[in-house]
């Protein structure tokens, strides 16, 4: 199977100037803010970065061809499932991502060994054939797990023009589609979009509310669970860099980070076992892989990448709750 080359935009390339290269120290000398993982509560599992569509800005470079993080097995998956039982980890939810998590061919087997051993499953999907393809097998894992089960759909905007901007031709009927068949079906649902196109949050909610209400949706547009608006990520952005004093100045606790309560597992194509990352974000870099076991991914995080500005500190994202 072929891999892309990485773009320009790639993670593995460093942004201008010298900023975020040492781990401890900023460029202009201050210590690096650092995060420490006060509770384990959701742990992602990256199913591979194969994706059916490539969209014009994805941060881990999805598309039919990227399969630098290959396809994670149902017996891969377990093995972390049962270390969180084995060390008593007090991990809540289980969260899915890719590339597109329905083409894994384990994905089915998956949903349900999570949501058996109780926990709340969320998967991120772009709603299109992949995940329709399993439509029956959904159905039956929502009537036995009811709202334990959430699937967010990425509606990058309101209107189908900037939707199809970012992921291609055809790729907004399909999502709005599967929007009217997972409420009609009684599925848990929520919509992940956008907030790089020069609009107020205000405004994009009040969009987003009119094309629920347009398809008969009862979906709270006002919430900023089941309405989820990502910040963009952009390492060659001249973003600032996080110091200690930030935390103050910026009137942010770390402990609202993603990485202070969550890690995700990734298996990298040749590589001989998985590895926790860090941060749901970085799945490529050498610096945030904290090892082949849970058992090590309490080690403190350095702050020491864009996204680490723009998408959590300055953006306030979050991947999660």
């Known amino acids: ?59 881990i470079e999805s598309s039919p061809k990227n399969d630098r993080l290959a396809y994670v097995s149902k017996a891969e998956v377990r093995q972390f499932l049962d270390e969180v039982i084995a060390n008593s980890l007090p991990v809540e939810e289980i969260g899915l991502t890719g590339g597109e998590p329905f083409m894994n061919p384990d994905i089915m087997a998956i949903l349900a060994d999570c949501l058996d051993r109780g926990y709340r499953v969320l998967v991120l999907s772009n709603g299109m054939k992949p995940m329709m393809h399993h439509s029956a097998a959904l159905m039956e894992l929502n009537a036995r797990h009811g709202r334990r089960l959430v699937i967010r759909l990425s509606v990058d905007h309101y209107t189908p023009e900037y939707h199809v901007a970012e992921r291609g031709s055809g790729s907004w009927e399909p999502v709005i589609a599967s929007m009217r068949w997972l409420h009609e079906n009684g599925l848990t649902f929520h919509v992940a979009g956008r907030t790089c196109w020069g609009e107020s949050e205000e405004s994009l909610r009040e969009g987003y509310a009119k094309l629920f209400a347009a398809n008969g949706i009862t979906l709270n547009a006002s919430n900023p669970v089941t309405l989820v608006l990502f910040p963009e990520m952009d390492t060659t952005d001249d973003v600032p860099e996080v110091t200690e004093k930030c935390w103050d100045i910026l009137g942010v606790s770390p402990d609202n980070l993603i990485c202070s309560s969550s890690r995700m597992v990734v298996k990298h194509k040749g590589a001989d076992a998985l590895h926790v990352m860090a941060c749901t974000l970085i799945a490529y870099e050498e610096g945030f892989r904290m090892g082949p076991s849970l058992s090590l991914a309490r080690t403190e995080v350095s702050l020491n990448h864009p996204h680490c500005a723009s998408f959590c500190v300055l953006g306030g994202g979050s991947c999660s709750k």
């Open 1 to 59: 199977m072929p891999t892309d080359t990485p773009s320009p935009q790639s993670e593995l390339q460093k942004p201008r100037s010298g900023k975020f290269r040492n781990p401890d120290i900023t460029e202009s000398g201050a210590p690096r803010a650092k995060v420490t993982l006060t509770a384990l509560e959701t742990l992602w599992f990256n199913t591979g970065t194969l994706c059916n569509i490539t969209c014009r800005n994805c941060y």
